[in-house]
């Protein structure tokens, strides 16, 4: 589909006056619906619409009364951080019938609302749908029966839908992910890893049993994130005889030295003929067979709870502030619309377009065409599946590829969570794929020293929840040993290389590029996959650990606003990592719901920060106790964090405090996130199989040699695609003084930001505006999703 050209609404020319836009949460709750409906409200607010919360969903709206009340800006805030919906949710089988319906219209009629903003599944934005198209009768009827005048048929002739749906089970067709998937993930990732402890302590296996009555993903990205023996997915029922086989598999890993067993099941498990699996089933057959300790642990309704991740809080934001447009922008012919993410983009898809998708998924597993249901869900569950199944069942080595082919993969830079996950991904794939794969510890540093080992597929068995980097890493670059490092690739015969790092690496390659000039051995296929939490490579939109790094920013941020909680007025400067790369201080800045950010990307002078501490101060009159301002490390020599601090001191005096924390290196601590797990995965799987492919293609008269452009490539995100990258090519697009991209798409997400915290702003919408439609995932597609 052609791109929508670039432009920017200016807020005073498109304005909401006279429209009112109702926001409810209906269905089952998720984490980060309250992030949706804080954005819903507070963009509403700014473009000078009224509106209204619809309290305990669809039920609400036919009760009416005090549970549609006009929402305040005040009356969202310190909402972000809550999980659940501060609105409350409720099925409601009254408004599945007709008399239902009505007294909801006559309810909505009364407060002049015709924009419905609906989150939740697919039930809940069915019957949103259904509603706008009775609307025009069931004013008609209230007219007959005398409850509305007959004038308000005209003047509230159409009724505007759009969705955002908000399901942990990722279950709904068109959209890479829901609002609340990814903290079910972390609820779950969080037990698995603790369990992880105990159950190696004891020689336990564990069946771990999650929700997902009609959906696997939750099952299935868990145990590609934590790197489980075996899953059970309704999508993918196991074959025949899949006791035996399971057994078997268990059986193989403990007799290798693993201490543990880790098998997850979906609730909805069934085998090929439609008998439920259960997790009582699965244990019950363990210990029959095999004779392990084994548990049972039901996770429940821990997944639907606890405060919402990163992601989810920025998804849900962004989502709220698209739905508000799209109502905007909405006619008595749109039809209804779901507001979607697509790789790192919002999209609108027609509501029933993406029901009816979802819905022949169904259709498909009760036929028992399971391979067209996986095929349905789409190619990010495809790529999910097919990635599970190549890194998790090692294949017997009679059946493997013989290729003689020598693989080297290294870490280089500053560590980053999800390093050891990627390289689990390279080692395991390249093995499947019959190369012999090698072990650099050290980076290059540790290259030119020969710290070189092959490395074996029990080797990295456990690396996927492991933070920071087992094989360790250096900034160390390539340039001053290439004749040591040209002659260790001579002994170990190094016939590829696969490096995973940040800004560091990418310069590494093009040193190893210039290098092929004097040096053969350095005419072999090399290819590099993003990893830092500072986002600053350029050629890739995301990198590995960023998301584990925004998490760890999110969280303190939380801990620290509640700790001024019943205190006096107080402004916190929180300063964060990232280098000259304003992506953690803007996209952290959001999800934690800051009132300014400090970025080099965006120059700023005294004047600016003199705009903020007043506009903080207005704010803080009202009944807002806290504010938030976020400054990355290098965004100016002179208005240090130091100097920001001392200014909001001094000008806010009287009216609030300040306190300033330097969070540093926990940043690039702790266990990597399930996105940073799966992300590093399936990127690197992606770049060892095209590892792979070049060596084949370049394998000529008894040796490798690749000496063209396009066999130096970097693997990065673009919008929507995972791309292969000359490394030459990007040195155009590169602020080699700075270390980042000249161009940074998340920009276009800082005023969003400013626009929550109440700023008046311009916004690009360049990917915005545009209705797509739900595409059908055909068989040859190649993956281009990222998304978990």
């Not at 290098?634 to 000008?651: A, K, M, P, V």
Request: net charge neutral; proline share 3%.
């Amino acid at each position: 589909m052609a791109q929508p050209e670039s432009k920017k609404i200016f807020f005073e020319n498109l304005s909401g006056a006279g429209k009112a836009i109702a926001v409810l949460t209906s269905g089952g709750d998720a984490q980060g619906m309250n992030a949706a409906v804080r954005a819903v409200v507070r963009m509403g607010l700014y473009v000078g619409a009224k509106v209204y919360f619809i309290h305990e969903g669809y039920q609400g709206m036919v009760d009416g009364g005090e549970n549609i009340v006009e929402a305040s800006w005040e009356s969202v805030s310190s909402m972000l951080q809550v999980g659940g919906t501060v609105i409350g949710s409720a099925r409601c089988k009254e408004f599945r019938s007709h008399e239902g319906r009505l007294k909801a219209a006559h309810n909505l009629v009364q407060q002049g609302i015709t924009n419905l903003c609906v989150i939740g599944g697919d039930g809940s934005l069915t019957g949103a749908n259904l509603f706008r198209e009775e609307w025009s009768g069931l004013l008609t009827e209230l007219v007959e029966q005398g409850l509305i005048e007959a004038d308000a048929v005209q003047k509230y002739s159409a009724l505007h839908i759009v969705g955002m749906v908000g399901s942990i089970d990722n279950d709904f067709c068109g959209t890479d992910m829901t609002i609340g998937t990814d903290s079910a993930l972390h609820r779950i990732i969080e037990v698995v890893d603790a369990i992880m402890t105990t159950a190696q302590s004891h020689q336990r296996t564990f069946v771990l049993e999650v929700m997902g009555r009609h959906c696997g993903y939750l099952a299935l990205v868990s145990a590609l994130a934590c790197g489980a023996d075996w899953v059970l997915i309704p999508e993918m029922p196991p074959e025949d005889g899949w006791e035996d086989k399971m057994c078997e598999k268990l059986s193989a890993t403990r007799s290798r030295g693993t201490r543990l067993n880790i098998i997850i099941v979906a609730e909805g498990a069934i085998d090929r003929h439609g008998k439920p699996i259960t997790s009582g089933i699965v244990k019950d057959l363990v210990v029959k067979c095999l004779g392990f300790d084994t548990r049972v642990t039901i996770l429940g309704h821990v997944q639907r709870g606890g405060t919402p991740s990163a992601f989810d809080r920025i998804l849900a934001s962004r989502m709220g502030v698209e739905a508000v447009l799209a109502l905007l922008e909405t006619t008595a012919n749109t039809p209804a619309c779901v507001v979607s993410l697509c790789g790192n983009q919002s999209v609108r898809l027609p509501l029933m377009e993406c029901v009816q998708m979802t819905q022949e998924v169904q259709r498909a597993m009760d036929g028992k065409r399971f391979e067209e249901a996986v095929r349905l869900r789409g190619r990010s569950f495809e790529n999910n599946l097919r990635t599970y199944k190549l890194l998790a069942h090692r294949k017997p080595e009679s059946e493997l590829p013989v290729s003689n082919f020598n693989v080297a993969v290294l870490n280089v830079g500053a560590p980053a969570a999800g390093m050891n996950a990627a390289v689990r991904s390279a080692v395991r794939v390249g093995i499947s794929e019959g190369h012999k794969m090698f072990a650099v510890n050290d980076g290059f540093e540790g290259f030119y020293k020969g710290q070189i080992k092959e490395i074996k597929w029990a080797d990295v068995g456990g690396w996927t929840g492991q933070g920071g980097t087992l094989l360790g890493t250096k900034r160390t670059l390539p340039g001053k040993h290439v004749d040591k490092i040209a002659e260790q690739m001579r002994m170990h015969n190094i016939n590829a290389l696969l490096i995973i790092g940040g800004f560091e690496a990418f310069l590494s390659l093009l040193e190893l590029l210039t290098a092929r000039g004097k040096y053969d051995e350095f005419c072999v296929p090399m290819v590099m996959v993003p990893a830092t939490v500072s986002n600053n490579v350029p050629g890739s939109d995301l990198s590995i650990g960023a998301d584990t790094a925004l998490n760890a920013i999110t969280a303190t941020c939380d801990r620290i606003k509640q700790s001024a909680s019943g205190t006096k007025r107080r402004v916190f400067i929180i300063e964060t990592m990232g280098g000259y790369c304003g992506y953690l201080a803007s996209v952290g800045g959001l999800a934690a719901g800051a009132d300014a950010a400090y970025i080099y990307e965006e120059p700023f002078d005294i004047r600016d920060l003199q705009a903020n501490v007043e506009h903080l101060t207005e704010k803080m009159k009202t009944s807002i106790q806290r504010g938030l301002v976020l400054r990355n490390e290098n965004c100016n020599d002179n208005y240090t964090t130091d100097f920001i601090y001392q200014l909001y001191s001094e000008e806010g005096r009287g009216v609030f405090d300040s306190r300033k924390n330097v969070l540093g290196h926990m940043q690039q601590g702790g266990a990597p996130s399930p996105f940073d797990r799966n992300f590093g995965t399936k990127i690197t799987a992606k770049a060892m199989q095209w590892v792979s492919k070049k060596l084949v293609e370049t394998y000529r008269q008894g040796r490798v040699f690749a000496n063209t452009e396009d066999s130096c490539c970097l693997l990065g995100m673009r919008r929507r695609a995972l791309v292969f990258q000359p490394v030459v090519q990007l040195k155009d697009e590169t602020d080699f003084v700075h270390r980042i991209p000249k161009e940074q798409w998340w920009l276009k997400l800082r005023p969003l930001m400013k626009i929550l915290a109440k700023y008046k702003t311009s916004y690009d919408v360049s990917d915005s505006g545009q209705l797509m439609h739900v595409v059908r995932n055909r068989p040859k597609d190649s993956d281009a999703s990222v998304a978990m």
